[in-house]
């Protein structure tokens, strides 16, 4: 397990809407799974956050995304937002830190739990190729010499 702790999950539903703590768990594979008590067996919910990556927000991105939840005059820059699937018309699932500082170790282990973006991952792979094929072959052979028969 990367990180575990509790944050604020907003609940918005018939029976009225707010913020109530939920216990979460990241893993190294990316899987966050969220339980309403720590120790219960089975998660509310559980994500591979891989494959939404593109879609995950915090900070002011969060302005910009619909049925943001009120935050009482808390700051956005405590938000997380995870949506269920990778599309824009996916749920999503509010997150509240109680500080800045904790936001960012969450932002951060979750980050450490992604591949890097595709730009980033062939340029690695290339800087990789260069450098292994610089370092890891073998050298060349010498250079063969014909001799005439006799």
Partial sequence: ????????????GLMGSGWKKHWLELYNDSTLKWYENQGDKKPKH???????AAFIAFGDVINHLP???????GSVNKLIAI??????KTEITFFLANTEAEQKEWVDAIVGT???PPNQQQQGQQVQAQHSNQTNAPP?????QAYPAG
Avoid: C, F, T, W
């Fill in 1 to 12: 397990m990367r990180k575990s702790g509790n944050l604020a999950k907003y609940n918005d």
């Fill in 46 to 52: 559980s994500v591979k956050l891989a494959d939404v």
């Fill in 67 to 73: 049925k943001k939840p009120d935050l009482q005059g």
């Fill in 83 to 88: 949506p269920h699937e990778g599309h824009r």
């Fill in 114 to 116: 992604l591949p890097p």
């Fill in 140 to 144: 060349p052979p010498p250079p063969q």
